[in-house]
């Protein structure tokens, strides 16, 4: 809204100073400034309204240190990072952006889901919430969203990255001026490192634009649905999915400022996308809802975001990757979310097939999601391959840990687009 204004003003009267919001710097700052404003100052408030509404965790008792102090946090608190998420990126950003317009969508989407989630646990009393297959059925039908915007909307665009020799016989990387409609995306540490999901239906012929339709349909689903579980398994330890989510938020917006900038894009050897600057405003907006979470969501937490934060930042980040092509680097940059559900999938898989077999469940872990395995004593009669570490590991100690493993994939997946 604050760009069509100030470009009206800019245009029509010559305002001082209103030119500034073309620039996409300015405007990031702008939006990252005010998302940490509305998440700090608001967050008090919604805050001390969900304590007032005994809106609070309930606990079970997984007998890990410090838990049951936990009982009675207010929960519900994502809802701070959706407003503080909207609020920048309605002021701050063009509107009619497509890209923009299916974040906002993907926002609204799984923040409804995970309330939706909440309400059913707090007010209802069912601690097990909505049902699995609802929530299956609602990430599916974003991602189906999703996949058919992106496919058919004329918007969603690229400029094609090909390397080229000159007369000299050295090789230089092109951008192609003529935007066309693909469904490529980038491959990580590959020199050639474009993939055209088009190109694994090729022995459909006539029928492969609708062959290539349904297989980045239901690539955008497995993201969708794959990521958004990873966030909400990580949510179990004061602060760690808001730190993780604020780390791969700034991945997020670094890829997205050079996809959108051909000059960098020419550099990196990646594609083109116009009108993907506008998402370099919302990851702004992004990182500053969550940081602004963790003054609140830090150990000892005074609110948790429930599954109304936990499905909404995984949703974000999984569109987000997509949106600019670097959904395969999705497993390095979200490493810590891999982690925590590949440790339960081990950790449920291996307990049914020993059960089977043995007829007695064992575990490779002495508890999952991942975070909570250090927060067992080992050697303490649990039946567990992996008994290390030995003695418990404070909350506030494994987050910070994780953080900095977040923040050294982050890195990693940065520089793959120049390690080939």
């Keep these: 809204m604050l760009y069509d204004l100030f470009n009206y003003l800019d245009l029509q009267f010559d305002f001082p100073g209103a030119g500034v919001f073309r620039y996409i710097s300015f405007r990031a700052i702008c939006a990252l400034i005010f998302s940490l404003f509305i998440s700090t100052m608001i967050g008090h408030r919604i805050i001390s309204k969900l304590k007032s509404l005994q809106i609070g965790e309930s606990i079970r008792d997984l007998g890990v240190e410090g838990q049951t102090s936990k009982k009675g946090t207010p929960t519900m608190g994502g809802i701070i990072i959706i407003i503080a998420i909207l609020a920048p990126v309605l002021l701050f950003s063009r509107i009619n952006n497509i890209y923009l317009i299916i974040m906002i969508i993907t926002t609204l989407w799984m923040g409804s889901l995970g309330f939706v989630d909440d309400y059913i646990k707090v007010f209802k009393k069912d601690k097990e919430g909505l049902h699995g297959r609802f929530k299956i059925i609602a990430q599916v039908g974003l991602g189906l969203i999703v996949g058919l915007i992106f496919f058919f909307s004329p918007n969603v665009v690229i400029g094609e990255n090909r390397t080229v020799r000159n007369q000299e016989n050295v090789e230089k990387v092109q951008i192609h001026t003529t ?59 004061d602060g760690l999915v808001t730190g993780s989510s604020a780390i791969i938020g700034v991945a997020l917006g670094t890829l997205a400022y050079m996809s959108s900038h051909v000059e960098f894009a020419s550099f990196l050897n990646i594609m083109f996308i116009p009108g993907a600057e506008e998402l370099v405003i919302f990851a702004s907006a992004f990182i500053g809802a969550t940081i602004g979470f963790l003054w609140y969501n830090a150990y000892p937490a005074q609110v948790f975001m429930g599954d109304t934060g936990s499905l909404t930042l995984g949703g974000i980040i999984a569109v987000f990757a997509i949106l600019i092509r670097k959904e395969l680097l999705i497993p390095i940059l979200c490493g810590i979310f891999l982690a925590e559900s590949l440790s339960v999938m081990l950790q449920v898989s291996y307990y049914k097939f020993t059960k089977k077999k043995y007829g007695e469940g064992r575990r490779i872990f002495k508890m999952t999601p991942l975070h909570h395995h250090f927060q067992k004593r080992g050697n303490a009669g649990i039946q567990a391959l992996l008994q290390r570490p030995i003695h418990i590991i404070p909350e506030s100690k494994i987050v910070v840990r994780f953080w900095m493993i977040g923040i050294i994939l982050a890195a990693i997946t940065i520089i793959t687009l120049k390690v080939r």
């Design 179 to 237: 935007h066309i409609k693909s469904t490529q995306t980038t491959i990580p540490f590959m020199k050639n490192n474009n993939f055209d999901y088009a190109q694994s239906v090729k022995w459909t012929g006539d029928f492969q634009p609708v062959a290539a339709c349904i297989v980045f349909v239901l690539v955008v689903i497995f993201i969708v649905t794959a990521v958004s579980n990873g966030a909400n398994l990580t949510d179990g330890l």
